[in-house]
């Protein structure tokens, strides 16, 4: 619960300074905002990393229980597999996205 909530109260500290980026800003609001772009990559990264690696895990020991059951089990693991992909894809267009607008 803690690093849910510190995630939230970082994600949104640098949202409110990315999204107020203007042409006038100064150094130090560029600097958040090149922070903000590589805490996003980090943390979709490590979510990311973490899900495919137990829905692998949980998905291949359900295959070993159950031969039978590999063709119900595999091709939803892989449609899984790839939401939570995209979801690391996102947060590498936002964070290019923000990072051009500097």
Do not use: D, W
């Amino acid at each position: 619960m803690g690093i849910l909530a510190m995630t939230l109260v970082l994600s949104l500290t640098f949202t409110t300074l990315a999204l107020a980026a203007e042409e006038a800003l100064g150094q130090e609001a560029k600097k958040f905002i090149g922070l903000a772009c590589g805490l996003a990559i980090a943390i979709a990264a490590l979510g990311g990393g973490l899900g495919q690696g137990i829905a692998i895990s949980k998905g291949l020991e359900g295959i070993a229980r159950n031969p039978e059951a590999q063709p119900k089990i595999f091709i939803p693991m892989i449609v899984g597999l790839a939401l939570i992909e995209s979801l690391v894809i996102y947060a590498l267009v936002i964070s290019i996205m923000l990072y051009v607008k500097l």
